[in-house]
């Protein structure tokens, strides 16, 4: 829950507006363009210290809230 | 001029010619190379028999450092990559999107490699990765583009990263070199002024166009794709925008309006049908120059700017 949040937090602030965002919300809705998914990325890594690979092929927010979760497992 | 560029590349002048796809081949590439700067081949969308090609002709006819741009969407970018590490080119440079995969095996064949970048995050991004320089292009320039120019892209980059620094975008002269020294880089990116050069094989159709430009000549489409590009104003061009202002038509005729429109520029000067890409300095390119000329008026105009002027580029 604590992942979720954070990570409510960063995709806002690259949106610009507060996103009501959930496991489940998938990142089609969302419409990040190429260089916002970079900027997502490298600031996740920061935060967490942890790094999530080259080609993230991720549908959904519950995704990557599971993949950073294990990065960090695995630290 | 010697620049942390030109001391990591071991040639004269900070000048890298643009990966111009269906334009940088060996010949424009071997001629900024023979001027002094990097020539660039673009690899375009092409395979690595063509790709390869094309580095033994650029061999033939310089044996200054060149370099291979590899454009990662390309459908061929496993296998030029794989080539360019076994033939040693010594540059490579990246464009659209995070070479991170390749370093590794590049970095092992002794290659020095440079992405092209268009945010901070992507150039931290790369550095990590192990690669020796960024280019960071702003949307002046022709051909894709990002949102950020030039003026505001390069000293973000240059405070986000401790590697060297290039920068592309919007740069057709000497004052462009000396800004972007001013902004941070060790040197610059020019595409649309070697699209004249003599060496340039590029359709006479598409030299007369750049050299008629002026400031307000191109225009941006394709942003609804995602991937917007920087060209000439031209029948296509309108056409492209008329369409993608239209929520009736969908993505699939907006993607198959675009197909082969490069080429029918590049190669069969179609100056209707074609997509001549450009950057915005097209209106200051107005004459006919070989490379050498080009380079050399170039750094002539920065140097006789930089007189006097101590600054650690």
């Known amino acids: ?75 | 001029m010697q620049t942390k560029l030109t001391k990591l590349l071991g040639i004269e002048h900070p000048i890298i010619q643009g990966g111009m796809a269906w334009i940088a081949d060996a010949s424009l590439a071997s001629a900024v190379s023979n001027a002094g700067g990097l020539g660039i081949i673009s690899a375009m969308n092409a395979d690595a028999d063509w790709v390869r090609n094309e580095i033994k002709k650029c061999r033939t006819l310089t044996d200054k450092p060149f370099g291979v741009n590899i454009m990662l969407m390309s459908p061929h970018v496993e296998e030029v990559a794989k080539m360019v590490a076994e033939e040693k080119v010594p540059v490579v440079t990246t464009g659209a999107g995070n070479p991170s995969r390749f370093v590794k095996a590049w970095k092992e064949a002794g290659i020095v490699i440079i992405p092209v970048v268009a945010s901070t995050a992507l150039a931290k991004m790369v550095e990590r990765a192990g690669v020796d320089a960024v280019i960071a292009e702003g949307g002046e320039s022709g051909g894709h583009v990002g949102d950020l120019t030039t003026m505001a892209l390069v000293p973000q980059v240059v405070d986000a990263v401790k590697i060297p620094v290039i920068a592309a975008g919007g740069i057709g002269d000497g004052r462009g070199v000396v800004a972007a020294f001013a902004l941070g880089a060790c040197g610059v990116q020019m595409g649309t002024r070697f699209l004249v050069a003599d060496e340039c094989t590029v359709s006479e159709e598409y030299k007369k166009k750049v050299l008629a430009a002026k400031d307000i000549s191109t225009m941006v489409t394709g942003r609804r794709l995602g991937h917007p590009v920087r060209a000439i104003k031209n029948a296509y061009m309108n056409n492209y925008a008329k369409l993608e202002a239209d929520s009736n038509v969908p993505d699939e005729t907006l993607e198959q309006f675009g197909v082969g429109s490069l080429r029918k520029a590049a190669k069969e000067g179609n100056a209707d049908e074609g997509c001549f890409l450009a950057g915005q300095i097209a209106g200051m390119v107005s004459k006919r120059q070989s490379a050498k000329e080009i380079v050399g008026e170039v750094m002539a105009q920065a140097d006789k700017m930089m007189e006097g002027v101590q600054w650690d580029v």
Do not use: H, R, W
């Open chain 1, 1 to 75: 829950m604590e992942t979720l949040e954070k990570l409510k937090e960063i995709l806002s602030e690259c949106k610009g507006e507060d996103l009501d965002i959930t496991p489940e919300t998938t990142f089609d809705e969302l419409d990040f363009d190429s260089l916002d998914k970079v900027d997502i990325v490298m600031q996740i890594e920061e935060a967490y210290d942890i790094s999530l690979g080259d080609n993230m092929q991720l549908s959904t927010v519950g995704e990557l809230v599971a993949k950073i979760d294990e990065a960090v497992a695995n630290k």
